[in-house]
């Protein structure tokens, strides 16, 4: 074997340890990328859904008080024959 042909297979050994390498590098940067934004979406989710219960709870407050204060403010009741009911509020 020449000196040519042994640094081409050494050279060819180097690149692929460093192809590996950086196969590796690069899979755990996509492993942590893909964690950091499930922590994301979970934590959003978690707020959101927070967020929801006290509008919720907020809304029913406005709808107490509106009651007192405007009897044509509260929620209406059902129509007797089991149809969809019209908005009749008067404010």
Known sequence: MSDSQEH???AGHDFEKMARGLT???LSWAH???TI???ALETSARTLRETAEVLGQLSEK???RAGEDCPGCA????PADGSRPQDA???
């Open 8 to 10: 081409g297979a050494h």
């Open 24 to 26: 590796a590098v690069g």
């Open 32 to 34: 942590h990328g893909l």
């Open 37 to 39: 934004g499930k922590s």
């Open 62 to 64: 406005f709808r107490a």
């Open 75 to 78: 929620e209406p009741p059902p």
């Open 89 to 91: 509020r008067s404010c």
